[in-house]
């Protein structure tokens, strides 16, 4: 019996639970078989997360000068990019961004900010700006403001931030090759505290910076392990000037490969197409989504250009996939 014929007998609306070696093996399918994979991966989502996706925005609303030196970002201030400083936005503007957003379809609108973590200016800055998404958006709203302690994590929490980004970005034995100057260990620490004080915890990754496949399995197995609800499935879109910037993109199948295993070992969250996605799986997006993608951050990133909003939500159409409502 392949692998394919048996996590298919063992799934029967059910999911498999996957060995280490089977979620290897998926990753090592043969080009033939991602097809049956990418079937699989599609009714164990429909089973367990419906056919609804949700929709995010989100803003840079502090770019550049960051003094972390994580390699494949063009906001640190360690690597000579074209990205330069600015401060922290306006609320006006980002109230705009969130209105034209949820126009657009989205129901979440995600705050960003290029710091290692937030001082108490910027902390100011942040509630005041979920306080007036509030006040003139339904959005809801979620932050991504780097390492918290619990004081800030409990002000974000007590101003109605349902959800907090903070991604792991990699497993942790890949880690010490793409920052060192902060740890693995410290993000895992703000992770737990943010689900430890109620927030939905958003964490995820970046694909294609030189891990191995068996440490994207490793990486896999330590977020299940933390248990967030949504996981960002970011593509390494190799920025100029950083030490990541000559690397070569994943593989459209590969990146197929990886999603689909992610649905497999995830089957109720939200699978988040994030960052790169574009550029890596070009023609191939929807089969992303057929692979287990049931959420999509629309318009830019950070420092990075996305697909028009009218291309996403078009797509959604195209393949009968409901928006997610703002009330479920």
């Known amino acids: 019996m392949t692998l394919l014929s048996d996590l298919d007998a063992k799934t029967n609306g059910s ?74 936005i306006e609320i006006p503007p980002l109230v705009e961004a969130a ?17 290692r973590g937030p001082d108490d200016r910027i902390m100011k800055q942040v509630l005041a700006a979920v306080d007036a998404l509030h006040a003139l958006t339904d959005m809801h709203v979620a932050c991504s403001l780097g390492i918290l302690t ?100 994943v593989n459209p199948l590969d990146a197929i490969r990886t999603i689909a295993l992610f649905r497999l070992m995830f089957p109720d969250i939200v699978l988040r197409y994030a960052g790169g996605r574009e550029v890596t799986l070009r023609e191939l997006q929807s089969m992303g989504l057929y692979a287990g993608i049931n959420g999509i951050i629309i318009g830019n990133y950070l420092t990075t250009l996305g697909r028009q909003p009218s291309e996403d939500i078009a797509m959604l159409e195209d393949l009968k996939m409901p928006l997610k409502s703002l009330g479920i």
């Open 150 to 249: 619990r004081e800030q994590a409990h002000a974000l929490h007590n101003a109605g931030v349902r959800r907090y980004n903070h991604n792991l970005e990699t497993a942790r034995s890949h880690f010490p090759k793409i920052c060192t100057t902060h740890t693995w260990e410290e993000r895992w620490e703000t992770c737990e505290l943010v689900l430890e004080l109620g927030m939905e915890l958003c964490c995820g990754g970046i694909f294609g910076m030189g891990e191995t496949p068996r440490q994207r399995v490793e990486f896999a197995f330590e977020l299940k392990d933390l248990g967030p609800r949504e996981i960002p499935m970011n593509f390494l879109n190799p920025r100029p000037g950083t030490p990541l910037g000559d690397r070569d993109l």
């Open 99 to 115: 209105k034209r957003s949820q126009e657009a379809g989205a129901t979440e609108f995600c705050i960003v900010l290029a710091v």
């Open 15 to 88: 999911v498999p639970e996957l060995s280490f070696d089977d979620a290897l093996r998926i990753l090592e399918l043969p080009d033939a078989e991602v097809p049956g994979l990418v079937a699989l991966a599609h009714r164990v989502r429909l089973h367990h997360a419906g056919p609804e996706v949700e929709v995010e925005s989100i803003i840079s609303a502090k770019t550049g000068g960051c003094p972390e030196d994580c390699s494949f970002c063009s906001q640190s201030r360690q690597w000579p990019t074209p990205v330069r400083p600015e401060p922290f």
